[in-house]
């Protein structure tokens, strides 16, 4: 996720069960920070909801996870184009921007 040190890496090997790890610290692939689901809706809002649980003191009915709104397909990658929220989760982004690289 540009500029913010954060790496996301989907797994969608079966649809119907879309999985996502987020990590900054070098565990993405055996101990991420985040883990969850991920799912993309018909209006463009790709949600990544947590499997953690929220972080202290958090009581939003959402979290944890992250939303971004009005998500276009870009030659690098995916943008948001209206908001990224990120809701009682670790990790804490405000970058709308994703850049995807092949396997």
Known sequence: MQGTGMLLAI???DPANVTYRLDDQGSLAGDPVDRGTLSLDVRGTLALVS???PVDGCSDPRAPGIR???VVIT????QASQSVESVCIDANLTTSWI???GP
């Open 11 to 13: 797994e969608a090997r």
């Open 51 to 53: 499997d953690n649980p």
């Open 68 to 70: 971004f709104n009005d």
């Open 75 to 78: 030659e690098l990658g995916f």
């Open 99 to 101: 850049r995807v690289a």
